[in-house]
């Protein structure tokens, strides 16, 4: 079995919470929550791409 990467895990789990705020934003129709969670979730996994491409690991 693979070893787990777990700072790449807590940033893939955080990326997800973001989308699940903006459904959380939608249900509350808050133009601004979705705009704020959606700039977030895109925000950090950019980041998370940037530190992969960096780092050069593969999958």
């Known amino acids: 079995m693979k070893n787990v ?5 807590l940033l ?8 699940i705020g903006v459904g959380f934003a939608i249900a509350l129709r808050s133009i601004w929550l979705i705009l ?3 700039t977030l979730g895109f925000g950090i996994m950019g980041a998370g791409i940037a530190n ?4 050069g690991s593969q999958a």
Do not use: W
């Open 36 to 38: 704020l969670f959606i």
């Open 52 to 55: 992969k491409r960096k780092s």
């Open 12 to 19: 893939a789990l955080l990326v997800v919470s973001m989308f």
């Open 5 to 9: 990467n777990i700072p790449a895990l």
